[in-house]
């Protein structure tokens, strides 16, 4: 078994397009006759680095790369030199694409020759891509996904060619996130056509949904929090097409999704929860769940909105507690799944148990029902005065005040309680003081999880896929006190 499989298969629907990007299109089989000569360039390699945005030639390079027996490495373009240069070194005589070296895997849409026609013996157990994590909480580590992994999250959840013909997906998350990937090969596989954004703004993606009569699209939730901004005061988002929105990547604040429901009110959504070590989603919240929690009357009910679903169809979820015992319903524990899918390996180092269950390293809980509750990393668990306090909690709070418009509760080391809370907001245009942001959450939460400090700056730090850089936040806020302010404050 080897991913080209999925483009043998869509290129059996004939010369329909598959990709697009602005004015320019290619079908599967040109895809796949493309794939072919550029194997033909990659065969003596040991990798392949794609640093660069989307692009038709990123399927190019994908699945010649499968073909030829070689790893694909995508790399975030948006990393400093350093940390690029780092990553690169670690792979001294691979093939290098970059921006100005796309074109030529494009160039001959004609059939290959047969010097130029490679095929690699399949082996389903051939490493197929390294993706590097996004390192939020620690240096980027080289996730190992092979070709059964990828086949067997495609396989597992979707049915082949189950498209209809004018049905469009939008890819504007980056290629070096496991998202993209995955959206490229399930959409592919399912029929629907992919069409490319090389770089996000709300209003670009608003006016390519309209544009290309999008039906599917995926988001990181900061992508979904400016759309929403975008739109206009009565909130009609005027995109009739779209049938289905995806979001994932990281935690999505319920108010965002909310305001995204009532704009989007013909849309479905889907929360889909995953890790790059799991070949993308393993548990999805569906339409129907998102639409119950915003109708519902309590809080109960609405919180269903904070959860991530429940597993996909070949992945098994188990919450455990630090001594390695399972959690009873509610309780919140350590996440591990298990799978076909699941690779769970770094560099030829493997960190699955025995028995094939892998740490995420998230925190989150069960409920009666099997709906998962993810509360974020374990490491960002804040442990004030012996009190374990999670910063999903306390943000969700925040983000309900009317003058905050971003929120990250982050844990800063204190003498006498261990650590304090701190709260980093970005606000909306009102002026909002601190002690009324305390008063705010200590009014919906006890004491013991009221921010000790509240610190406004213009924006948070980020990755090139919107998860926040708590650990950014976390140095530049013990440097030698700098919460020695007028806003610092304690319970």
């Not at 998202?179 to 709300?202: D, I, K």
């Not at 990755?463 to 020695?484: F, H, N, S, V």
């Amino acid at each position: 078994m080897n991913i080209v499989m999925t483009l043998e298969m869509a290129a059996t629907a004939g010369e329909r397009p598959a990709v697009s990007l602005a004015e320019r299109s290619l079908s599967a089989a040109e895809l796949l006759r493309l794939a072919r000569r550029a194997a033909g360039r990659f065969r003596a390699a040991p990798a392949v680095l794609y640093r660069a945005p989307n692009h038709l030639a990123y399927p190019v390079a994908l699945f010649g790369c499968a073909l030829a027996g070689v790893p694909f490495v995508p790399l975030n373009y948006r990393l400093g030199t350093e940390q690029l240069a780092d990553i690169e070194g670690r792979h001294p005589d691979a093939v290098r694409l970059g921006p100005d070296d796309l074109e030529v895997l494009l160039d001959d849409p004609g059939e290959p020759s047969a010097g130029d026609v490679v095929q690699a013996p399949w082996d389903q157990d051939a490493v197929a891509v390294i993706l590097y994590t996004s390192g939020t909480t620690a240096a980027p580590k080289a996730a190992l996904l092979r070709h059964r992994h990828l086949l067997a999250y495609v396989l597992n959840t979707l049915e082949f060619n189950s498209a209809a013909e004018r049905d469009a997906a939008l890819v504007a998350v980056p290629p070096y996130h496991i998202a993209g990937l995955t959206n490229l090969m399930s959409n592919l596989y399912t029929g629907r056509r992919v069409v490319y954004l090389p770089a996000f703004s709300a209003g670009e993606w608003l006016a390519a949904v309209r544009r290309e009569k999008v039906t599917h699209a995926m988001l990181v939730p900061t992508m979904l929090a400016r759309i929403v901004e975008e739109l206009p005061a009565d909130g009609d988002a005027g995109v009739p097409t779209l049938r289905s929105l995806a979001y994932g990547g990281a935690r999505a604040p319920r108010a965002v999704v909310e305001k995204a429901l009532r704009a989007f009110p013909d849309t479905g959504f889907v929360n889909a929860y995953g890790l790059t070590e799991t070949s993308s989603s393993i548990a999805v919240l569906g339409p129907e769940d998102h639409r119950a929690a915003l109708d519902a009357g309590d809080r109960v009910g609405r919180d269903r909105l904070t959860s991530v679903g429940r597993p996909l169809p070949g992945v098994e979820i188990e919450l455990r507690t630090p001594a390695g015992e399972l959690c009873t319903p509610g309780a919140t524990g350590l996440v591990h799944v298990r799978g076909e899918q699941i690779s769970g390996e770094y560099s030829g180092r493997s960190v699955l148990d025995a028995e094939g269950w892998f740490p995420t390293g998230d925190l989150g809980r069960l409920d009666a029902d099997g709906y998962l509750y993810v509360e974020g990393r374990a490491d960002d668990t804040i442990i004030r005065g012996g009190e374990n306090v999670a910063p999903a909690e306390i943000e969700d709070v925040l983000l309900e005040h009317p003058g905050v418009r971003e929120a990250v509760v982050i844990g800063v080391p204190d003498e006498e309680w261990g650590q304090r809370i701190v709260a980093v907001l970005v606000g909306n245009e009102e002026s909002v003081q601190p002690d009324e942001i305390r008063l705010w959450v200590r009014n919906r939460l006890r004491t013991s999880k009221t921010p000790d400090t509240v610190v406004f700056r213009a924006d948070l730090p980020r990755t090139g896929t919107g998860k926040l850089l708590r650990r950014t936040l976390i140095a530049e806020l013990t440097e030698p006190d700098p919460l020695d302010n007028p806003e610092k404050s304690h319970a």
